[in-house]
C-alpha cells in the first residue's frame, strides 16, 4: 500500500467508521476492492436494496451513495456506521460474525418518512 | 398526605438506591414539603400529527393542558420534553404548527413553563423554527436551589449533542458544588436504549461522563413515548409518555411503528407526569396521569 492509500485509508477510518469487538472487522477500503461489494443506494426514505444477503465470515465492501440528502448507515448490531453525503460514494468493509436478521437504519433524520427507512441484513452460514 | 408512600417505601418499590419512582399510583397526592417542589413532565405531543394511531389527534393536546390545570396540586412550573410538533418537510407548516402549539398551551394556567425541541420540531432546520417560537434549544436554570440543564441533542440531524455544547455543559457543571442537586432535560435518551430503533445520542456517553461527578443527578427525557427507567451507575434516567401515539417496546415489535388506537380504551398509553422533587438532593418521586380520567 502506498503512503497515500494508507493515508486514504487511516482519513476514511476515522471519518465514517465506528467498531468495537474482536469478531467484527471494519476498515476503510481500497481503491480496487477484491471482494464482492454491495451497492446500496439512498434516496428519500428507503434504501435500495431493502435486503442484504451475506455469509458469515465472507467479507464484503459495502458500497452507498445517497441519491438526494445527506443520509446515515447505521448497523448497531454490528456497531457499524457511515454518512452519506450527496455526490460521494462512502465504502465500509465487512466481516460478519454472527448468524441472523439484523436492521440497518437512516440515523441521521432527513424528512417526514425517516423513521421508516431502514431495510435488513441477513446473515447465513 | 393522603395514601402517603413514605420514602422507604418508594425505594423498596423502586429498588434503585438515591432515586425513587412510582407508577400508576391512583390517589396518590402531594405534600408540599419545606424542601421540596414539584414540577410536571409532558412530552412528544406531535401536534400536527393525522392518522389512525390517535383519531383524537386535534383534541389530546387540548384535553392533557385542561388535565394540568385540573390538578389539585398545581406545579411549580411545566417543561415540555420536545417533538411538540409533528415533522412536516414544509418550512412554513412547521412553523404554523409551532404556531398553534404555542397558542394552545398558552391555556396552561402555570405560567413559568420550559421547551426545547425534539427531532421533529428541529432536525430539519437545526432549531431554526423552534427558536424563533421558543428561544434557545440549550440553556439553564435554577429553581429552589435545584440546577436544571437543559440538553439539545435534536438540532443536529445525526443526534449528536456536539463538542461545543459538551463544552458549555461542562462549564457549566464546574460552576455547580459537586453535591449540587442537578436535574437534566433533554429529548432523546442520553444511554444507549436501542439504537436499532434509533433510540439514543451519537455522544451521550460524553455527556453522562460529565455528569458522573456529581452524585445527586436525574435526567428527564421524552421521545420513546412510553414509561421508562434506566440507571447508568448513579444517574437514573426517566422517559415519559407521549401525548398523540404509544410506541412498543424497544424491540418487541417488529417496527417501531405507533401502536394502534383501541377504541375501547382510548387514550391507552398516553399520559403526562408529575415529578415531586427534594430541594437538597434532587430525589425525585413520579406520578404518571392519564390524558383522561378513566
Given at each position: 500500500m502506498t503512503s497515500n492509500r494508507k493515508a486514504f485509508a487511516t482519513v476514511m477510518m476515522s471519518a465514517v467508521l465506528a467498531l468495537s469487538g474482536f469478531a467484527v472487522y471494519v476498515a476503510a477500503q481500497s481503491a480496487e476492492p477484491k471482494e464482492k461489494v454491495i451497492r446500496i443506494s439512498a434516496k428519500k426514505f428507503n434504501y435500495t436494496p431493502g435486503e442484504v444477503q451475506l455469509k458469515k465470515g465472507v467479507p464484503v465492501i459495502l458500497e452507498f451513495k445517497t441519491m438526494d440528502v445527506v443520509m446515515g448507515f447505521n448497523l448497531p448490531d454490528f456497531n457499524v456506521r457511515a454518512d452519506m453525503v450527496p455526490g460521494k460514494t462512502t465504502r465500509l468493509r465487512l466481516v460478519p460474525d454472527k448468524t441472523g436478521t439484523f436492521v440497518f437504519l437512516c440515523d441521521v433524520f432527513c424528512g417526514t418518512g425517516h423513521e421508516e427507512m431502514n431495510g435488513k441484513l441477513v446473515v447465513s452460514d | 398526605m393522603t395514601n402517603a408512600i413514605d420514602r422507604r417505601q418508594f425505594l423498596k418499590l423502586a429498588g434503585l438506591g438515591g432515586v425513587v419512582f412510582a407508577s400508576g399510583l391512583p390517589g396518590v397526592t402531594l405534600a408540599a414539603g419545606q424542601d421540596d417542589f414539584y414540577f410536571v413532565q409532558l412530552s412528544?405531543?406531535?401536534?400536527g400529527f393525522e392518522g389512525p394511531p390517535n383519531p383524537d389527534a386535534k383534541l389530546t393536546l387540548k384535553k392533557a393542558v385542561a388535565a394540568v390545570n385540573g390538578l389539585d396540586r398545581q406545579p411549580d412550573f411545566i417543561v415540555f420534553t420536545g417533538d411538540l410538533t409533528h415533522t412536516t418537510d414544509n418550512p412554513v407548516e412547521r412553523r404554523k404548527r409551532l404556531s398553534e402549539f404555542k397558542q394552545i398551551v398558552s391555556e396552561l394556567k402555570v405560567k413559568t413553563v420550559r421547551f426545547m425541541p425534539g427531532e421533529h420540531d428541529a432536525s430539519l432546520d437545526n432549531g431554526k423554527a423552534f427558536q424563533e417560537f421558543f428561544g434557545a434549544t440549550r440553556y439553564t436554570f435554577d429553581h429552589k436551589g435545584v440546577h436544571f440543564i437543559v440538553l439539545d441533542n435534536v438540532s443536529d440531524p445525526r443526534a449528536s449533542i456536539g463538542d461545543d455544547q459538551l463544552a458549555w455543559l461542562a462549564s457549566d457543571l464546574k460552576q455547580?458544588?459537586?453535591?449540587a442537586p442537578i436535574v437534566v432535560f433533554t429529548h432523546r435518551p442520553l444511554f444507549d436504549l436501542y439504537p436499532q430503533w434509533d433510540?439514543?445520542?451519537?455522544?451521550?456517553a460524553k455527556a453522562v461522563e460529565l455528569l458522573m461527578p456529581y452524585p445527586n443527578v436525574t435526567v428527564f427525557y421524552g421521545h420513546i413515548h412510553q414509561e421508562h427507567h434506566h440507571m447508568t451507575g448513579h444517574i437514573a434516567h426517566h422517559a415519559a409518555k407521549g401525548l398523540m401515539f404509544p410506541l412498543p417496546e424497544a424491540g418487541k415489535a417488529p417496527t417501531r411503528a405507533p401502536l394502534p388506537w383501541n377504541p375501547a380504551e382510548p387514550y391507552k398509553g398516553l399520559g403526562f407526569r408529575g415529578v415531586d422533587t427534594d430541594a437538597r438532593t434532587a430525589e425525585c418521586k413520579l406520578i404518571e396521569f392519564p390524558v383522561v380520567k378513566a
Open positions: - | 412528544d405531543t406531535h401536534w455547580q458544588k459537586t453535591d433510540w439514543a445520542t451519537r455522544d451521550g
